[in-house]
Each structure stands twice: as C-alpha cells, then as structure tokens.
C-alpha cells in the first residue's frame, strides 16, 4: 500500500507537534549541529557565503542559533545577526543557548519577514526550504530583505540522493520508497533545486555545491536519518508490519559487522543580488 504524502512535515509546525516530538526534535538540531558531515556542510557554506566584519546577516529558520552564534563571531562586534524561526519553542532554545555575542532572536516567518527591504548584507537559509508551503515565495522574501550586492547562501537536502550498503538491497530499497512516497516533490529534491530557483530570480553569480554526507555508523547515520533513528516512535512509521524491527535488526548487524553505510547529499547554493 501506498504511504499518504506529508504536505508539512513536523518542522513545519514544531510548536504544534506533541511535547515529546517537539522536544526530541529541538535535541536533534543540537545533535546534528555537532555532527562532523554537518560541520562540514557548513564549513562548505561559510567558505561560499563569507561573512564579514560589520556586516548585519540573517538566519533565516535559525533553530537552535548555532549557525547565528557562529556568523555573529565572523561579523564581530560592529555586526549583527538577525536569527529568525517561526517556533517558539526552537527560539526559546536558542535564548538558552545564546553566548552573549551580537545576535538578535525574532519569532516570524521565512515568508512574510517583519523587516523593511533592503535590511541585511546577506542571509543564511538552512533545511529551511524544504518545511515551507511555498519555496520560491520565501526567497523572494529573502531577497527583498537583502541589499543590491548582497547574497544568499541556501542550504538544503537531497533525500532523493539517499542511498544505504551494507544492509539487504530490497529492505533498503522499501524504506528508501516509503520516504519518498511520504514526502513531496518539494520536500524530496529541494537541496537539487535551489539552483534552479535562485537563477531563475535572475541572482548573479550563482554557485551550486553538492556536498555528499558519509555515515559509517549506524549511531552516525541516526543523528541526521530519521529511518536509521531508533528513538522515532513506531507508530511513526508508514511501513508494513514488521518492516521496522526486520530493518533495525539489519541495520545492528551491518554495525557490527562495520559495513554499514548511508550516503546523503545536501546542496550548498549561493547567489549576489544586482
Ligand atoms: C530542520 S530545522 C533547521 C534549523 C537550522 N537552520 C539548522 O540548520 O540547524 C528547520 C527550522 O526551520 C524552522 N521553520 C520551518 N518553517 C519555517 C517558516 N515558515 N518560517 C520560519 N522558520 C521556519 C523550524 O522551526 C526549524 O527551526
């Protein structure tokens, strides 16, 4: 039988999710701040974006603040990060993390933005587009809050890229399915699209990065895959009885055999305005 498709996914709407989900995904963006393919997307995207000092940047969908603290460290004392997100409960969680530097936390939404044009020197937009209803709209957003000169710097995923060895090919192949038959068009290929939407608002010098995460482990793999996470609930799971426990069971044995592998590719895009 065929998954329902998803038209939001929980980071759609985190405050309205059940405490415990809210909680465990507000941890995960903690978790995978810290994981090395993570750090080294981003590292990828600093390299494209180059913040500088003095310059005032957004966060557009900042979640826990890591990736604001860390631009706020690179603009210094005379700039300023702007980080937004339309969870309170992802804002309160950076509240709590914040390090004193110069970062300013906003409650609003990536598509309707409560600041005038031209407001910022660049922005930073990570696994953000794939959540929202309308992903070209919420970069025509980004953009109006940018000055000419200005840039984007878009971060987002691939899931159609995800692919797993080391476990059996059909097992990985249905849970593969039942991802992408549960998820969007919008929502699967988004990281492969941002290109195409950023040339097409006419941005200049438009770099496209795919950056193909390795996950060795399964411990690894469950802090960015939420098939590979044992702590997702079961009853979150679309598969047929007993594909769950037949796939973990799979997924332990390649652990400990140490052939386990899953691959992911999250793209890093970046545009100027004229
Ligand atoms: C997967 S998390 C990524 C968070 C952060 N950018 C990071 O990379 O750690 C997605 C974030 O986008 C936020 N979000 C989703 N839709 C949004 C919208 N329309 N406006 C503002 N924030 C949104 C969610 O609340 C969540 O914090």
């Avoid at 929980?10 to 405490?19: F, R």
């Avoid at 957004?58 to 690179?74: E, K, Y």
């Avoid at 971060?155 to 038959?181: C, E, K, N, Q, Y």
């Amino acid at each position: 039988m065929k998954p329902a498709q998803i038209e939001r996914t929980p980071w759609a709407d985190l405050d309205s999710q059940p405490s415990e989900m809210t909680a465990m995904l507000v941890a995960a963006l903690e978790s995978m701040g810290r994981h090395p393919e993570i750090r080294r997307v981003r590292e990828t995207a600093m390299a494209a974006m180059r913040p500088q000092p003095g310059e005032r940047l957004l966060d557009a969908g900042a979640g826990a603040g890591d990736v604001a603290r860390r631009l706020a460290a690179a603009v210094g004392p005379t700039g300023e990060v702007l980080a937004l997100d339309h969870s309170a409960a992802t804002t309160a969680a950076a509240l709590r993390r914040h390090d004193g530097s110069n970062v300013r936390y906003l409650t609003g939404d990536v598509s309707a933005i409560d600041l005038p044009d031209d407001t910022v020197d660049g922005v930073w937009c990570e696994r953000v587009l794939q959540h929202v209803d309308d992903a070209d709209a919420a970069i025509t957003e980004l953009i109006r809050v940018t000055r000419p000169g200005g840039r984007l710097c878009l971060v987002d995923t691939d899931w159609t890229s995800l692919a797993f060895d080391g476990v059996p090919g059909r097992l990985a192949r249905t849970i593969v399915a039942d991802m992408h038959g549960r998820l969007t068009p919008r929502q699967r290929d988004m990281g492969r699209s941002l290109r195409r939407r950023l040339v097409s608002q006419r941005l200049a010098q438009v770099t496209a990065t795919p950056v193909t995460c390795l996950f060795g482990d399964p411990a690894s793999a469950a802090v960015v895959l939420p098939m590979v996470n044992p702590n997702v609930p079961a009853d979150a799971w679309t598969t047929a009885p007993g594909v769950r426990d037949a796939w973990f069971s799979d997924v332990e044995s390649a652990g400990a055999r140490g052939d386990f592998l899953a691959v992911l590719t999250i793209w890093v895009v970046t545009g100027t305005l004229d």
